[in-house]
């Protein structure tokens, strides 16, 4: 995993940065064992409760790797690491192998289902895959000046690592279908107008990181709470949303980190709060 993607946590932040920098982070299948192989790892550990997801280097990171559309060119489908080679039925993508994911779409997927908020920090260039893993994130902290694309359209595709179900939810349809119909490349002020950035900043990873540690200190049985609600919400009813919010509310009320929230706020210090259960 250490050679493409590298993982730090530290006072409950994870920081988790792809560093395949000489390939711009592009996604090859060691790349994507790494990402699942640490989302996996991040999903598990009760300690974790924020993550920054960043590129190292020119990048966040360039899209699939340029060896997988010569595979293509020949006939054989693409490498992500979990799937077998060729156009055999066993290795076609309709095969679910991690619940209703394939393997690459769980590679953005999975920051979804981190149990805490995870927040991209992007720069240089999210093409293709890239930004389909961008958009994994719970929030993303874009550079004005970098260059996106849901690139998949330039070799004859469609976006599938998960892309076509998270972009319906950020942006407007018809803006979704023009960037996908297109493939044009657009910048991070425009992610922002669109509803693909969180926040657009200059240093995209300094404020992930100073976010992330500022929920770091909040109750994170709360934190985590919130991720479940607003991860069901856009396929809930409102009845089910709203009875959802209260059995939420139940669980918080008077436990030990809860109470741990108003005492320190009442004496004025900062809270002590243990690690999610």
Not at 76 to 98: F, I, Q, V, W, Y
Not at 209 to 222: Q, S
Request: aromatic content about 6%.
């Amino acid at each position: 995993m250490s050679d493409r993607v590298s993982l730090k946590i530290e006072d409950g932040v994870a920081d988790v940065r792809l560093v395949r920098t000489d390939k711009m982070n592009a996604l090859d299948p060691a790349m994507f064992d790494a990402l699942l192989e640490t989302g996996e790892k991040l999903r598990t550990d009760p300690a974790v409760r924020a993550v920054v997801l960043s590129g190292e280097g020119k990048a966040f990171c360039a899209g699939l790797d340029m060896g997988n559309f010569a595979r293509m060119k020949d006939g054989a489908g693409a490498d992500t690491g979990g799937k077998s080679e060729g156009n055999s039925k066993e290795g076609r993508l309709e095969k679910r192998n991690r619940g209703i994911f394939n393997d690459a779409q769980y590679a953005s997927w999975v920051w979804r289902e981190i149990p805490v908020p995870v927040i991209a920090a992007v720069h240089g260039v999210a093409f293709g895959g890239g930004f389909q893993v961008m958009l994994g994130a719970d929030m993303r902290y874009v550079a004005p000046d970098t260059k996106m694309s849901i690139m998949e359209i330039k070799w004859g595709l469609v976006p599938d690592m998960g892309g076509t179900q998270i972009m319906r939810h950020l942006a407007r349809e018809d803006v979704v279908r023009e960037l996908s119909y297109t493939g044009r490349v657009f910048s991070g002020e425009e992610a922002f107008g669109f509803g693909f950035a969180t926040r657009v900043t200059a240093d995209p990873l300094s404020e992930a990181l100073a976010t992330a540690k500022e929920i770091a200190g909040k109750n994170p049985d709360a934190v985590r709470a919130m991720k479940r609600i607003y991860n069901a919400t856009p396929y809930a009813t409102a009845a089910d949303g709203l009875l959802m919010e209260s059995i939420e509310q139940d669980k918080l009320i008077g436990s030990p980190n809860q109470v741990e929230a108003i005492m320190s706020n009442l004496e004025k210090r900062a809270p002590k709060f243990k690690n999610a259960g």
